[in-house]
């Protein structure tokens, strides 16, 4: 089934196109600046060929992903969230049990968890958004990777890309035991970051059991797989 939106369509309602799992060749109008919640809940399913959510192209005006937005969408494996999206709401990338790649700004923080109940990315880059700076998370909030390990149940994400322009990796994600449970085999570190190395002794065996690399090739092996 394929949909065709009037290009002055400025909003999209809740629950607007929730439940119509075979929707195919979806795009949302430039003038759209609002999505509402459950909009397309289960939508981009089996027997979508929407794969990528770059393929819905997303305005640039809409700053915020309303709850359950994207729901239970399986068909989708790749999922891009620009600088300018600031608000992700609850589970709005709920049950997306195909995504294999995500890729966010490091400065992006959350009060309410976005993707429950997907253990399947197997990579994860991080833009340097519009400071560039992981925040340290002392109070309520989580940045991805000390929240991801919760639901990487099946030890999918296998490694993480910093993109030039990112400053650092925040202290907690350095101090949180939670970190300690992934197997990553990769971590991609630019020429902009500031890391303190070694890290510290609580990712000894397990957090940094990979080879960092940056992006003028220098390769630097922790000392506990030397």
């Not at 949909?3 to 909003?11: F, K």
């Amino acid at each position: 089934e394929k949909v065709v939106l009037s290009s002055t369509i400025t909003s999209i309602g809740d629950n607007a196109f929730k439940g119509q799992s075979s929707l195919r060749g979806f795009k949302l109008p430039d003038a759209v600046e609002s999505i509402g919640s459950s909009a397309f809940y289960g939508v981009f399913a089996e027997g979508s060929d929407i794969t990528d959510l770059a393929q819905i192209n997303w305005p640039a005006k809409i700053t915020s992903v309303s709850s359950h937005c994207f729901y239970g969408c399986t068909s989708l494996e790749r999922i891009e969230i620009s600088e300018d999206i600031t608000i992700l709401g609850s589970n709005a990338f709920a049950y997306c049990t195909s995504v294999k790649e995500l890729k966010m700004p490091v400065d992006h923080t959350y009060t309410v968890w976005p993707f429950n109940y997907i253990n399947s990315i197997e990579k994860i880059i991080f833009t340097p958004g519009q400071t560039g700076i992981m925040p340290d998370i002392k109070g309520n909030g989580d940045n991805y990777l000390t929240r991801w390990p919760q639901y990487d149940s099946a030890g999918s994400l296998k490694e993480v890309v910093f993109e030039e322009g990112c400053k650092n990796v925040s202290d907690s994600l350095f101090s949180t035991d939670k970190f300690t449970s992934l197997r990553l085999e990769k971590v991609v570190l630019p020429s902009t970051i500031d890391v303190v190395f070694p890290p510290p002794a609580v990712l000894s065996f397990q957090v940094f059991a990979a080879v960092l690399v940056n992006k003028t090739g220098i390769e630097w092996l922790p000392p506990w797989l030397s």
